[in-house]
């Protein structure tokens, strides 16, 4: 397989890791990167979809099952990484979820098992990856996927706030890490059309791509493009940004265009030219 928009072999020689990379977004990042010449170990719980995966990826994609919650397991796929390649150049932190409940049924032990596995499971693996590959080989990539809309998701408030959390991190260890030569940078997702939405109510499944400007749900492979692009030399000068790739999601809530700036055929009008 070729890449639709990058040169071949804009990643040869690269090892890259991609968490949850058996499904969804993590599937297609990887099959991206491997289409621009990386080295792709992918992670998750899960043995047989990973091996499901690798299989039908090819043989520069292997896999490590682990739980990026466990500070063991994370130094286990990131040691994979190395007796297999002898480097790891970028860890793509894509492993992550929740589920659909209002903020104000959220129990403490959701609010815990979200932060747990969004905040805590991507920043131990980021540590395994700077403490074990990076740093002593003096530079990285770190990506990490958090959620768009920035500006409030009903039904997920523990998501979004641990997604904050995880942006947060990311300008803080793009600082703290830049001496050792390591970026780290975001990937604020909007919604996009994957297997994993399925499990959501379908009410919510419906009217997700209306809340998109551009009136569509994102495709996987949109996504896994951003991820190439932050895995290319380009990546390391964005270290410490959240690039957010949403059709226009952020910029808005609510019916497209807004009511007030529509005629009665819904469109927006031009305004009457004034001449001289
Ligand atoms: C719109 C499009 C946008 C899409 C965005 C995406 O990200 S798509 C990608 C989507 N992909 C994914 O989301 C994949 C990954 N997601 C996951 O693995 C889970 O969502 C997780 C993060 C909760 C797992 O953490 P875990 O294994 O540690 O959790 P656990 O099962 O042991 O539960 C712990 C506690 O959490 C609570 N609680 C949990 N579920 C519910 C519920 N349905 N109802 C109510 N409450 C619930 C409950 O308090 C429970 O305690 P209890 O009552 O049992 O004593
Ligand atoms: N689809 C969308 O619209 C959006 C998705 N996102 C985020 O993008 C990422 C991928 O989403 P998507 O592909 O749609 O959903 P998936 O549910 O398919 O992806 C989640 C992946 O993470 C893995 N995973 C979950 N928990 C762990 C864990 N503790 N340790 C290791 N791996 C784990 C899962 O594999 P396994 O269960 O085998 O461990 C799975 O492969 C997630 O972080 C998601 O929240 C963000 C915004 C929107």
């Keep these: 397989m070729t890449s639709q928009i990058f040169a071949d072999g804009a990643l040869e020689g690269q090892v890259i890791a991609v968490t949850g990379g058996g499904t969804g977004l993590g599937r297609a990042a990887a099959a991206e990167l491997l289409a621009c010449g990386a080295s792709v170990v992918i992670c998750g719980r899960r043995e047989e979809v990973l091996a499901e995966a690798a299989d039908e990826l090819g043989p520069r994609c292997s896999w490590v099952a682990g739980d990026v919650r466990e500070a063991a397991d994370a130094e286990r796929i990131v040691d994979a990484c190395l007796e297999r390649h002898g480097r790891l150049d970028t860890l793509v932190n894509n492993a992550g979820g929740q589920y659909f409940v209002p903020a104000e049924a959220i129990a403490l032990k959701g609010w815990r098992a979200v932060t747990r596995l969004n905040v805590g499971g991507t920043l131990t693996m980021a540590t395994a990856a ?118 226009a999601r952020d910029n808005w809530f609510g019916p497209w265009p807004p009511a007030g700036m529509a005629d009665e055929s819904g469109e927006v009008p031009t305004e009457e030219r004034r001449r001289g």
């Design 130 to 247: 700077y403490d074990r590959a990076m740093r002593p080989a003096g530079g990285g990539m770190v990506i990490n996927v958090t959620l768009s809309p920035h500006h409030g998701l009903a039904g997920m408030t523990h998501s979004s706030a641990a997604r904050a959390a995880v942006e947060g991190a990311t300008r803080e260890l793009a600082a703290a890490w830049a001496p050792d030569g390591v970026a780290v940078c975001a990937a604020a997702a909007g919604h996009f059309d994957t297997p994993a939405l399925d499990k959501y109510p379908e009410s919510v499944r419906t009217a997700a791509a209306r809340t998109v400007p551009l009136g569509r749900l994102g495709r996987v492979e949109e996504h896994a493009w951003l991820i190439a692009l932050l895995a290319s030399p380009l990546g390391r000068r964005l270290s410490g940004s959240v690039v957010t790739l949403d059709g």
